[in-house]
């Protein structure tokens, strides 16, 4: 089973910035939807970044919209999730995902999962 790997978490201040990275292992960031996910405690997992395998599109949960990033590096085979101004609310296990070609409509088709990295940002 594919395994992918988170790093980049930690400890912040509100308005501070992370930089989460994501190897995927042996899968292909070209070929698959490839998508950050958080669980807070208590709360249901969301999306909230997700790139297109074909193309590169992008797409944010409206409550990170402005404020994260999600990009590829093609030749480390790499995605970054880059957070700024970030807040409490963001407080969260944060993990990458990949679903095979292209994105689907509906954010329930990734497949392979990493193990999650933890964000905490304190006010």
Same mark, same amino acid.
């Given at each position: 089973?594919?395994?992918?790997?988170e790093?980049?978490?930690?400890?912040?201040?509100?308005? %501070?910035?992370?930089?989460?990275?994501?190897?995927?292992?042996?899968?292909? !960031?070209?070929?698959?939807?490839m998508?950050? @996910? &958080?669980? /807070?405690?208590?709360?249901?997992?969301e999306? !909230? /970044?997700?790139?297109?395998?074909?193309?590169?599109?992008?797409?944010y949960?409206?409550?990170?919209?402005? &404020? @994260?990033?999600?990009? &590829?590096?093609?030749a480390?085979?790499? !995605?970054?999730?880059?957070m700024?101004?970030?807040?409490?609310?963001?407080?969260?296990?944060?993990?990458?995902? /990949?679903?095979?070609?292209?994105?689907?409509?509906?954010?329930?088709? @990734?497949?392979?999962? %990493?193990?999650?990295?933890? !964000?905490?940002?304190?006010?």
């Open positions: 089973q594919v395994q992918l790997l790093s980049g978490g930690g400890s912040v201040q509100t308005g %501070g910035s992370l930089r989460l990275s994501c190897a995927p292992g042996t899968l292909t !960031v070209t070929r698959n939807c998508a950050w @996910f &958080r669980q /807070a405690p208590g709360k249901e997992r999306g !909230v /970044a997700r790139l297109n395998s074909s193309n590169g599109d992008t797409e949960a409206d409550s990170v919209k402005g &404020r @994260f990033t999600i990009s &590829r590096d093609i480390k085979n790499t !995605v970054y999730l880059q700024n101004s970030l807040k409490p609310e963001d407080t969260a296990t944060y993990y990458c995902a /990949a679903s095979p070609g292209r994105c689907r409509p509906t954010w329930d088709s @990734f497949i392979a999962w %990493g193990q999650g990295t933890q !964000v905490t940002v304190s006010s």
